[in-house]
């Protein structure tokens, strides 16, 4: 079972703009940018934004995606028993923690997660990504 939402990956056309946005116009708190993401809290909920540019401006939605929260226990059960429980995978996981990446039966993309955000800043000061910024 889920236990609650874990973080909102939004898809942005410009990082900076959006960056700037949810920092100073809606007032999240921000803890880490790099060249090509940011990580920032609204509130308890950890917000990631990650350039994903279709040119001109546009952007795509491709990465865009909801995560909730599962223990290490349900984790092992959804990825064992995929085809039992007809779940569609949209992507490979290529970061910090157990995740999967499921359509939902409406193609929502959804991410089932193990860790939080505390984990993943932990991580990315062994691995840093490209142009890492942390913040107080």
């Known amino acids: ?18 960056f700037n946005f949810y920092k100073d116009i809606l007032g999240c708190k921000p803890l880490a940018k790099w060249k090509r993401g940011a990580y920032l809290l609204a509130g308890d909920l950890w917000l990631c934004l990650s350039l994903n540019a279709n040119g001109e401006g546009q952007v795509s939605s491709k990465y865009t ?9 349900n984790f092992e059960y959804y990825s064992q028993n995929l085809e039992q429980l007809e779940l569609k995978l949209w992507q490979d996981n290529t970061s910090e923690g157990d995740s999967l990446y499921i359509l939902d039966p409406d193609n929502y993309k959804l991410e089932l997660h193990v860790g939080n955000w505390q984990t993943r800043l932990a991580a990315i000061k062994h691995q840093p990504y490209q142009d890492l910024i942390f913040f107080d």
């Open 1 to 18: 079972m889920i236990t609650g939402l874990n973080h909102l990956t939004l898809s942005v056309s410009d990082l900076e703009i959006s």
């Open 65 to 73: 995606h909801y995560a909730f929260s599962l223990s290490p226990e």
